[in-house]
């Protein structure tokens, strides 16, 4: 504890769970924030760029070391390979080159220009990832800044203390070089959770809190703090009681994670003896290995538009196939659900890949999109019909509103493999065939869609969104982004009902899956499988544990009677608030 200094507890972005305490260790980002603007004359233009050039190549060099220097944990390698592409990308490189030659001015100064600009594109986004990915941008424009104006780096590698360490922000390429010896954990003034630098600090398993906003103006080398990653919370200066309090809360939580860890290998089976499958939602192929680790049950959900991002061109059919038969063959025999592209609509690219629609929730998005490019679409199919040669896969079609699009996915499945037929190339066809149901039409159209595939995959991100009419990536009305509101639990009731009579599964992908309070309704209604973020599968297999489906279903009776979220909520707390106790969040 620190004499005559006032303890001050700062809010930020939980990035990654767990509580450390420790000193402070101020990462400097020396000498790259302030930039001068000067003329440089026509003469001297090509040696300019050529300076620029140099710095570009010394920061990919540096890069590379990383990279080959990165331990196992091929998650962190693909950002630094993101990092990499970034290097050399048209808008940044580019831009920065023609900026420099069209307004005769010095290198960090069109830099500086360029990066601001492409932020602001980012900025316009919806989607929250890839608004985080603007934080890429300026993490690779800060290492070539550094080499131009020379500033020192921060060797992050060569800590010697045991300590916290604050920045203003950490690269992908920073975070991967921490040493768990000696670093406990880390805050950012900038960040947010689906940023890069939080996905290593939960891979690498630390406490980090980030968007802090001014941790490094309030903090001081050697301060003790405290970050507990669970709150996204910072105690600086703590006094004695607080000291105390979260040594012992840090002790009830590693308890209470190692409990779960161990437990998560184990299947999950209700109290009266009912197994469910207890899934996790992938973006990149590398997060296989933390899925398993959680406990997986298998893949509910590959999104694999994610593939496709940063990148000016499409994959290959052969590029495509390699992804999903090291996923599939890492999985087997466990299941691996493969989504179609589901592009555009708050995921677009419009820079490499269409036009800028006004309203693109309503847009050329997802099945829509395939459809009308039949040649992507065909690469993809038939990518995953020869990955299904390998294992265990499932097919799943996003954004499903019409019968049509439901048959015209089918049509084409099946034209894929008759290629691959004629060709002599292994496949399997002997797949499951799923609909996300995830648009209204779609919920209302449920019986006739479940004549055309094995099974229903509710995308409750994307439904209480076109259901209720809010947009899930404004903050505006985010308030009103409720899963427990009854419009929405009454579509997953007609849903659910429409799968048992046509005797089709019931899997449930979206967000709602993975909160636990949710749980008791989800088993309820009489879900066969939930998927969610990898992280959270622990958790959801100990509540399921603690349930009974039986008392689960009588329960959903009184669920039916409610008319708001918020009164079926406090009727989840009243029966299963003992269960849930911590993991109670508020809707
Ligand atoms: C959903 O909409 O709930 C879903 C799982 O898909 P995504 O979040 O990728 O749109
Ligand atoms: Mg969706």
Known sequence: METNAKEIIIKGINASPGICIGKAYLVDREGVDIVEKYRIQAKDLSGEIKRFKAAVKKAKDELRKIVEKSPEELQHAHILETHMALLKDKMLYGRTIETVKQESVNAEWALKKVVSNLIEVFQTMTDPYLKERSADVVQVADSIMHNLVGAKKVNIAAIEKRVILVAHDLSPAETSQINLERVMGFITDRGGKASHTGIIARSLEIPAVVGLKNATSTIRNDNLIIIDGNAGTVIIHPTEDTLVKYEEHKLDYEKYKAVITRESQAPAESTDGVRFAVMGNIELPEEVFALLSYGGDGIGLYRTEFQYFNRTDFPSENELFDKYKDVVEVMDPKPVTIRTLDINGD?????????????????????????????????????????????NVRILFPMISTYYEIREANRMLDEAAESLEKEGLPYNRDIEIGAMIEVPSAVIMADVIAENVDFFSIGTNDLIQYSLAIDRGNEQVSHLFQALDPAIIRMLKHVADVAREKDIKIFMCGEMAGTPHHIPLLLGIGMDELSMNPQTIPDIKRVIRSLNVEDARSFMKDVLKQNTAKSTFELIKEAYGSILSEQMYSE
């Open 347 to 391: 995921k677009a690219l419009t820079n490499h890949f269409g036009s800028k629609e006004v309203n693109p929730a309503l847009g050329l998005r997802a099945i829509r999109y395939c459809l009308k490019n039949p040649q992507v679409f065909n690469d993809q199919l038939r990518a995953i019909l020869r990955a299904a040669a390998f294992g």
